[in-house]
Nanobody
Framework: QVQLQESGPGLVKPSQTLSLTCTVSGGSGGSITANSAYWSWIRQAPGKGVEWIGVIRPTGYTYYNPSLKNRTSISRDTSKSQFTLQLRSVTPEDTAVYYC??????????????????WGQGTQVTVSS
């Protein structure tokens, strides 16, 4: 059973950079590094549906939601089974619960938490001065 855990600050000031790390544990090495894996970041703002942020493949290839692309970076450290989200120049509109997920398909297809693979429990991030 693969488990994911998000970590990072719960409060970020406007214009700063939000940085979150996801640590993956359990499962087999194949499930974590399989070519079909989509290491994803997804968020859900209060009163809104889930929104995909971006994904990194085992090859290191990344792609992002076009609406967030200019502010987003995702990287990974496979030796630690971790991948990291950075969201720059945050505003209060970036306040949300942030999830990392190990999916078997692109996060663009996600409609609800829990879709298509294993998810972390989520971490609340509030952007406020």
């Amino acid at each position: 059973q693969v488990q994911l855990q998000e970590s990072g600050p719960g409060l970020v000031k406007p214009s700063q950079t939000l940085s979150l790390t996801c640590t993956v544990s359990g499962g087999s090495g194949g499930s974590i590094t399989a070519n079909s894996a989509y290491w994803s970041w997804i968020r859900q703002a209060p009163g809104k549906g889930v929104e995909w942020i971006g994904v990194i493949r085992p090859t290191g290839y990344t792609y992002y939601n076009p609406s967030l692309k200019n502010r987003t970076s995702i990287s990974r450290d496979t030796s630690k089974s971790q991948f990291t989200l950075q969201l720059r120049s945050v505003t209060p509109e970036d306040t949300a619960v942030y999830y990392c997920a190990l999916l078997d398909r692109t996060p663009f297809l996600v409609n609800s938490k829990g879709d298509f693979g294993s998810w972390g429990q989520g971490t609340q991030v509030t952007v406020s001065s």
